[in-house]
């Protein structure tokens, strides 16, 4: 099946630093890729639809100067969390659009 | 909105089926899945259903689907300790909009 990869798997970061996810598509192109926000035991909650070539689409209540997307290309997202705090601290899953979502292994913020 | 709900906890003994319900309110659903998530784990696809089926069987995996109930069961024979995790439901549709995840119902497989 189709495969999408995540990276990294996990970071540990300093309050009011920033830090990218990359979100890359390995076997097909997607135009569209979504990111989720996972905290402790909840969950799975739409945070952005990233679309190739155009600006992202943020939910109700997600800061888009604070979570950057950008989607140069139909392989790849990333997601930039810029000046990051402790709360920003969750499990960050991105899936790509093909035949169905494909999602990616997640990427665990830690934020001391 | 969409809005997809299901119970939060499930314990079984090892053996045993499992069965864990949800219901969602889009009728436009047209895909229905079912994930697998362990502990400090991404989410692992088990199974999907067609809005036009009432069911799909995969191994141990059995899905219902009652669509004028708006109701999706999944059942796992022999329940094993491996399937001890959290399993969430979600549904989509055709127009490539992101899914949307019940909250998740955790099953406990005791031996």
């Known amino acids: 099946g189709a495969v999408v990869s995540q990276h990294p798997s996990r970071v540990i970061c300093k309050s009011g630093t920033s830090v990218k996810i990359e979100c890359r598509s390995l076997d097909f192109q997607a135009t569209t890729m979504f990111w989720y926000r996972q905290f402790p035991k909840q969950s799975l909650m739409l945070m952005a639809t990233?679309?190739?070539?155009?600006?992202?689409?943020?939910e109700q209540g997600v800061e888009k100067d604070k979570f950057l997307i950008n989607h140069a290309s139909l392989t790849l997202s990333t997601l930039t969390v810029t000046s990051a705090h402790p709360e920003d601290s969750s499990f960050y899953i991105c899936?790509?659009?093909?035949?169905?979502?494909?999602f990616g292994p997640g990427t665990r913020l830690l934020v001391l | 909105g969409e809005d997809v709900e299901q119970s939060l906890f499930l314990s079984v003994r090892e053996g045993d089926s499992s069965v864990i319900n949800c219901t969602y309110t889009?009728?436009?659903?047209?895909?229905l899945y079912w994930y697998k998530q362990e502990p400090g784990a991404g989410l692992q696809l088990l199974t999907y259903?067609?809005?036009?089926?009432d069911m799909k069987q995969d191994q141990r995996l059995t899905v219902l689907l009652n669509k004028k109930d708006k109701h999706l069961s999944l059942r796992i024979a022999d329940t094993q300790t491996g399937d001890s995790a959290i399993y969430f439901c979600?549904?989509?549709?055709?127009?490539?909009?992101?899914?949307?995840f019940g909250s998740g119902t955790r099953l406990q497989v005791q031996p």
């Open positions: 259903i067609f809005s036009n089926m």
């Open positions: 899936s790509a659009q093909g035949e169905t979502q494909y």
């Open positions: 990233s679309n190739e070539g155009s600006k992202a689409t943020y």
């Open positions: 889009d009728s436009s659903s047209t895909y």
């Open positions: 979600a549904e989509g549709d055709t127009g490539r909009r992101a899914l949307t």
